[in-house]
């Protein structure tokens, strides 16, 4: 009989006026390396068989130029997280099942996406987290992690940052791509309703780490600064040299020279 809550407490009796606050986001409109994007994620629905196990359902749209009417059904594995909501999977359901990882397998730098709580049709940006050995999180999110045992066959992650904590499951999958390995994966619910996606980079594909390095650069440097520039001289174990076109302006330290006023 209710009352019925989401992830942040919200009474879901109470969201005509902001609906946009209320209720946990599962899928926004998002691309991967090396993956075509995805769009429009709907009309979905949660099958869960006898023996527990839960998919998600849905139609999806793809980031294609026209965009066209021709969508795909797509079924994502659903498992509960440690406050048992039902958190679903990075990638499409391919018979794997998650188990448990040392710590060497989940540590490392992850292509991360977080769907957040706007229901509009803008793409996502894709950004680039790393969990540390030391159970830190640096990158795009900043906060710690943990990594237990959820007692379902599965291991549980824990990520904060912040006052907003997420909690999911690491999980070994297949990307949707030609590559033959699968790729570490993170997957949480946050206390804030928003859901989290992590799809680790292999060490040794160097095109997709400089591309993700060039793109952790491209949102770190202010395109109007207010102060000079912090330059990073290594990124995701990359070496970045700087230069600059015009000295007069901004040196390759990332000094500025400001105009006179």
Same mark, same amino acid.
Not at 105 to 112: A, C, D, N, Q
Not at 207 to 217: E, G, L, P, R
């Given at each position: 009989?209710?009352?019925?809550?989401?992830?942040?407490?919200?009474?879901?009796?109470?969201?005509?006026?902001?609906?946009?606050?209320?209720?946990?986001?599962?899928?926004?409109?998002?691309?991967?390396?090396?993956?075509?994007?995805?769009?429009?994620?709907?009309?979905?629905?949660?099958?869960?068989?006898?023996?527990?196990?839960?998919?998600?359902?849905?139609?999806?749209?793809?980031?294609?130029?026209?965009?066209?009417?021709?969508?795909?059904?797509?079924?994502?594995?659903?498992?509960?997280?440690?406050?048992?909501?039902?958190?679903?999977?990075?990638?499409?359901?391919?018979?794997?099942?998650?188990?448990?990882?040392?710590?060497?397998?989940?540590?490392?730098?992850?292509?991360?996406?977080?769907?957040?709580?706007?229901?509009?049709?803008? $793409?996502?940006?894709?950004?680039?987290?790393?969990?540390?050995?030391?159970?830190? *999180?640096?990158? %795009?999110? =900043?906060? &710690? /992690?943990?990594?237990?045992?959820?007692?379902?066959?599965?291991?549980?992650?824990?990520?904060?940052?912040?006052?907003?904590?997420?909690?999911?499951?690491?999980?070994?999958?297949?990307?949707?791509?030609?590559?033959?390995?699968?790729?570490?994966?993170?997957?949480?619910?946050?206390?804030?309703?928003?859901?989290?996606?992590?799809?680790?980079?292999?060490?040794?594909?160097?095109?997709?780490?400089?591309?993700?390095?060039?793109?952790?650069?491209?949102?770190?440097?202010?395109?109007?600064?207010?102060?000079?520039?912090?330059?990073?001289?290594?990124? $995701?174990?990359?070496?970045?040299?700087?230069?600059?076109?015009?000295?007069?302006? *901004?040196?390759? %330290?990332? =000094?500025? &020279? /400001?105009?006179?006023?």
């Amino acid at each position: 009989t209710g009352p019925y809550v989401d992830a942040a407490g919200n009474n879901a009796a109470e969201n005509a006026a902001r609906p946009d606050a209320y209720g946990i986001k599962l899928i926004g409109n998002y691309e991967l390396f090396d993956q075509i994007g995805k769009r429009a994620a709907g009309h979905n629905s949660q099958l869960t068989r006898a023996d527990g196990s839960r998919y998600l359902v849905y139609h999806q749209r793809f980031e294609i130029k026209p965009q066209l009417e021709a969508h795909e059904v797509r079924v994502h594995q659903q498992f509960l997280n440690e406050e048992q909501w039902p958190v679903t999977a990075v990638y499409e359901y391919r018979g794997e099942q998650p188990a448990h990882y040392t710590s060497e397998e989940v540590t490392g730098s992850y292509e991360f996406i977080n769907h957040g709580n706007k229901t509009d049709g803008d $793409m996502l940006p894709t950004g680039m987290v790393t969990l540390e050995a030391d159970h830190t *999180v640096t990158g %795009d999110l =900043t906060g &710690t /992690w943990e990594q237990t045992d959820s007692g379902r066959g599965y291991d549980y992650v824990t990520i904060t940052a912040g006052d907003v904590t997420w909690k999911g499951y690491f999980f070994l999958q297949h990307k949707e791509n030609a590559e033959e390995l699968p790729a570490m994966t993170f997957s949480a619910i946050g206390s804030d309703n928003t859901c989290i996606w992590g799809s680790r980079i292999d060490p040794e594909n160097h095109q997709m780490i400089a591309q993700m390095a060039a793109n952790y650069i491209g949102r770190s440097i202010p395109k109007i600064p207010e102060e000079n520039l912090i330059l990073p001289d290594m990124v $995701m174990g990359c070496q970045i040299v700087w230069s600059s076109s015009d000295e007069s302006v *901004v040196s390759a %330290d990332g =000094t500025i &020279t /400001w105009p006179s006023e």
